[in-house]
């Protein structure tokens, strides 16, 4: 199978898997995130608690920066497209947006704890917008966050082998500022335009707090 090819199955797969979780809580799947750049927004039941470490060895966690947007994206230093092309998105993104991105926190957590310590992956991340924060953690952990954002994974290890492949669906996770899943931008998406969606969601939070007619469903 070609990379293009299993790249393309993994996106599907990873579609289905959040077609399902809006099918779980009776709402009817998005058509709205089938384009590789539109958002689709929501309250399925993705996330949930998660404890990891930070490159300096600090411990964080799902509610570690509650207050602010969090992007979350699952890769791995050694993946050779997909994760490059979303951190370097993601970069953009947060220059983009100029002020606005003190309300966002994006968090890069690697489903190759194996080979990503966390001195691997702050020199991968040197390349890339230095507010985004690099998690690992035990196999079990970085599994149990893998599992709780329904990212789908498969390792190509074998048995002694340094030199493989992870397999894993390829989305921007974003939560609100009270921990609540908003939705999910394609890895495709350019910076420009997860800039511009996280303004949108920012927005509508923001005139929902005020007590408006709420475009996002929250849970006060």
């Known amino acids: 199978m070609t990379r293009s090819v299993r790249f393309f199955l993994i996106l599907g797969i990873g579609l289905l898997v959040l077609d399902g979780a809006l099918l779980l809580i009776g709402r009817p799947p998005s058509a709205s995130y089938r384009g590789a750049t539109v958002i689709s927004t929501g309250t399925a039941a993705i996330g949930g608690p998660f404890a990891l470490a930070a490159t300096d060895g600090t411990t964080v966690t799902d509610a570690t920066y509650r207050g602010k947007w969090m992007l979350i994206y699952f890769g791995y230093t050694f993946c050779p497209d997909a994760c490059p092309t979303v951190l370097t998105n993601m970069t953009i993104a947060l220059k983009t947006l100029r002020n606005e991105a003190d309300r966002v926190q994006p968090l890069f957590i690697t489903v190759d704890p194996r080979r990503d310590t966390r001195q691997v992956l702050g020199e991968y991340l040197k ?34 082998e340094d030199n493989y492949l992870v397999d894993h669906s390829s989305f921007v996770y974003l939560m609100d500022p009270l921990g609540k899943f908003s939705g999910v931008i394609s890895g495709a998406t350019s910076g420009e335009e997860m800039a511009a969606q996280l ?22």
């Open 199 to 220: 303004r949108k969601l920012m927005d509508e939070h923001s005139t929902c707090v005020r007590g408006s007619q709420c475009a996002i469903p929250l849970q006060r």
């Open 127 to 160: 390349s890339f917008d230095p507010r985004i924060i690099g998690l690992t953690g035990s196999e079990e952990q970085t599994a149990a966050a893998a599992k709780a954002y329904k990212v789908y994974i498969e390792s190509r290890a074998g048995e002694g």
